[in-house]
């Protein structure tokens, strides 16, 4: 089983950019689909984005439109999430997490079994 460890949070200025990481450990990174999801102070956990395996992607559209952009290195098993134009509304702690099948192209955050410990974004107006 994997362990998972964010990175890259911080502040951030109203159109500024923030390239998020998620560091896993263990062997089996590659056999993961992995997602981003966020939670603002008094909301639910939401998500972001995600990514399988081999490479194929699902975005919140709504919360992204065309800012964010998921990826990964398996060979360093690493998820990541470039956020572009970033605006005040996207300040939340970012979360990253792994699942198995269920979690399949997956926005829902029961599907997915193992999560990171967060990592705080904050964008300023």
């Known amino acids: 089983q994997v362990q998972l460890v964010e990175s890259g949070g911080g502040l951030v200025q109203a159109g500024g950019s923030l390239r998020l990481s998620c560091a896993a450990s263990g062997r089996t990174f590659s056999a993961y689909n992995m997602g981003w999801f966020r939670q603002a102070p008094g909301k639910e956990r939401e998500f972001v984005a995600t990514?399988?395996?081999?490479?194929?992607?699902?975005y919140a559209d709504s919360v992204v439109k065309g800012r964010f952009t998921i990826s990964r290195d398996n060979a360093k098993s690493t998820l990541y999430l470039q956020m572009n134009s970033l605006k005040p509304e996207d300040t939340a702690v970012y979360y990253c997490a792994a699942g198995g099948g269920s979690s399949y192209l997956s926005g829902t955050p029961r599907t997915y079994d193992i999560w990171g410990q967060g990592t705080q974004v904050t964008v300023s107006s």
């Open positions: 990514i399988t395996g081999v490479g194929s992607t699902k």
